[in-house]
């Protein structure tokens, strides 16, 4: 089956912009776009009836659609305008889509769905990777020889998505793939004769963290031998270190394990930091 890639849209600036990041990755990919509107019926618009205001909202997407058909004729697009809550919807939606891709205007409080109480439930529960993307995005910066950055942790499986998303990101713009693992020291309590042995036999903790590395990503060199590889070690927080190479990549990719609370889902501290706080589209994914 084919999939498409999803561009979620409300009107504002950012949620055009990722529209446009959709409709390029869509054309690169050979895949066809897929618009999606989610509204809901405004009792409080008396003079306008249910039918009055789905036209009003079918013409603005529409408008949308045909700027974005007229910059991409070889797209094939299709568009949905669907009634309902906002984060069930998109999150229903992503789970027949390569992506979804939303807006988001990040660094504190932030207008439409995004990275407010609806974009964290999309986020945490969408099966499918998420990229969200800023109104200032500008195609030059994937053509201006910037990485895919992404982050690697723990064991080979426990990337496995993010670095598969991140190396057919890469292979279908001709860009390299730079993959960061960051470490830090662990507590003396965390040693044990089991991983001192393991230590011993990498010759440290920063020569183990960069074995660990070539190991997670050995298969996807395999699978994608054309795809230039950049590995980046580095002794710190894994948000601070992906922000600090944020500013020279086209696309942030992180994995995520949504944590389900009391008060609702988390996504975790290293894609909450990088998505309110890198300028860069950053793409969320899923795993295990």
Do not use: N
Not at 32 to 39: A, E, I, K, S, T
Not at 215 to 242: K, N, T, Y
């Amino acid at each position: 089956m084919t999939r498409p890639i999803t561009a979620g849209v409300d009107g504002t600036e950012e949620s055009l912009a990722a529209l446009d990041w959709a409709a390029r990755e869509a054309v690169r990919r050979g895949l066809p776009l897929r618009v999606v509107h989610v509204w809901r019926y405004a009792e409080t618009l008396a003079a306008a009836d249910r039918d009055t205001q789905h036209g009003w909202v079918a013409q603005g997407v529409s408008e949308a659609v045909r700027a974005v058909s007229g910059r991409y004729p070889e797209l094939t697009v299709g568009v949905d305008v669907l009634e309902g809550v906002a984060a069930q919807t998109l999150a229903g939606v992503a789970a027949d889509a390569e992506m979804l891709v939303l807006g988001s205007r990040g660094h504190g409080p932030v207008a439409g769905f995004l990275l407010g109480s609806v974009g964290q439930q999309v986020i945490a529960a969408a099966a499918r990777p998420v990229v969200l993307v800023r109104a200032k995005d500008e195609a030059a910066a994937e053509a201006a020889g910037r990485d895919v950055v992404v982050g690697q942790q723990g064991g080979p499986e426990d990337s496995a998505a993010a670095l598969r998303f991140a190396f057919e990101t890469a292979a279908a713009r001709g860009a390299t793939v730079r993959a960061v693992r960051a470490w830090t020291l662990p507590p003396v309590f965390a040693y044990s004769p089991g991983s001192l042995r393991l230590l011993d036999d990498a010759g440290g903790l920063e020569p183990y963290e960069r074995q660990a590395l070539d190991d997670a990503l050995r298969p996807w060199r395999e699978r994608f031998p054309g795809v230039p590889v950049a590995e980046h070690i580095e002794m710190g927080s894994a948000g601070q270190v992906l922000l600090s190479l944020a500013g020279r990549a086209q696309l942030v990719v992180v994995g995520r394990r949504a944590h389900r609370t009391a008060v609702g889902a988390r996504i975790g501290s290293v894609a909450h930091g990088v998505l309110h706080h890198a300028d860069c589209p950053v793409a969320v994914v899923p795993h295990a």
